[in-house]
């Protein structure tokens, strides 16, 4: 994965210290955060942040395609990840949060099968898995 400096690199922005700071935030999450978590965790490092600027970031990130905005059934605010350079799906825990990206996508055949039998020209699709990570199956279960 790269570095936050170099994903601003790469799309051309500017390095500024609280780009750095949701960048680096996101990186080190293993859940999606919505624009509230991200400002109460930049709070800690630096006082003057403002939830405006957090979201005017995001929306740069966003439609830089450098973070993807997702909407979960456990939320009714938009969260936030890192956008991943490779198609793939998730596994979200229905207790803890926690997100695992799998970079894989077992749909394509399928994807094609359905494409030509209905005459529908597929041009992306979404798939979420739900259910309890490792920690919590073993949590709940004892």
Same mark, same amino acid.
Do not use: M, Q, W
């Given at each position: 994965m790269k570095t936050p400096e170099k994903m601003l690199e790469l799309h051309n922005l500017k390095k500024t210290g609280h780009r750095l700071m949701i960048l680096t935030i996101l990186k080190e999450s293993d859940r999606f955060l919505s624009a509230d978590d991200l400002y109460m965790k930049m709070k800690e490092e630096d006082e003057n942040i403002s939830l405006s600027t957090v979201y005017r970031i995001l929306e740069t990130f966003v439609?830089?395609?450098? !973070?993807? $905005?997702?909407?979960?059934? #456990?939320?009714?605010? !938009?969260?936030?990840?890192?956008?991943?350079? $490779? @198609?793939?799906? %998730?596994?979200?825990?229905?207790?803890? @949060?926690?997100?695992?990206?799998?970079?894989?996508?077992?749909? @394509?055949? #399928?994807?094609? $099968?359905?494409?030509?039998?209905?005459? #529908?020209?597929?041009? %992306? @699709?979404?798939?979420? #898995?739900?259910?309890?990570?490792?920690?919590?199956? $073993?949590?709940?279960?004892?």
């Open positions: 439609l830089k395609s450098i !973070v993807s $905005a997702v909407n979960v059934e #456990f939320s009714k605010k !938009v969260l936030y990840e890192l956008a991943h350079e $490779a @198609h793939g799906h %998730r596994l979200i825990c229905t207790n803890c @949060h926690k997100v695992v990206y799998v970079e894989d996508c077992p749909v @394509h055949n #399928f994807e094609d $099968a359905i494409s030509e039998e209905y005459d #529908f020209d597929i041009k %992306r @699709h979404k798939l979420d #898995f739900y259910g309890l990570c490792s920690e919590c199956k $073993a949590e709940l279960s004892s």
